[in-house]
């Protein structure tokens, strides 16, 4: 079994910065892919961002230039440095890693989120 354990949300007046923290541990070989998924109230989740293994990334464009993704693989941890925030941005924000197994299976995990509030 895997577990994801998110921290960093919190409340940030606009144009503020929150990092957040995801840490994953258990029965992992490897992450192949670490991202970050939203929901706002009332809205489906949605994409965020993601990292490879190899350090390749990918954002919404929604947050570009704003939010930058990283990862310490031999922690198995992921961040999401969130800068220029706007009222917009409130959500639940979900860490995903995608994991091969220490018996080579491929998983997908997801944490329990962690709300992030922008005031106006």
């Known amino acids: 079994q895997v577990q994801l354990v998110e921290s960093g949300g919190g409340l940030v007046q606009a144009g503020g910065s929150l990092r957040l923290s995801c840490a994953a541990s258990?029965?992992?070989?490897?992450?192949?892919?670490m991202g970050w998924y939203r929901q706002a109230p009332g809205k489906q989740r949605e994409y965020v961002a993601t990292i490879t293994n190899r350090g390749s990334t990918n954002y919404a464009d929604s947050v570009k230039g704003r939010f930058t993704i990283s990862s310490d693989n031999a922690e198995n941890t992921v961040y999401l440095q969130m800068n220029s925030l706007k009222p917009e941005d409130t959500a639940v924000y979900y860490c995903?890693?995608?994991?091969?197994?220490?018996?080579?299976?491929?998983?997908?995990?997801w944490g329990k989120g962690t709300l992030v509030t922008v005031s106006s």
């Open positions: 995903n890693f995608v994991i091969t197994t220490i018996t080579y299976d491929t998983r997908n995990y």
């Open positions: 258990g029965s992992l070989f490897r992450a192949n892919v």
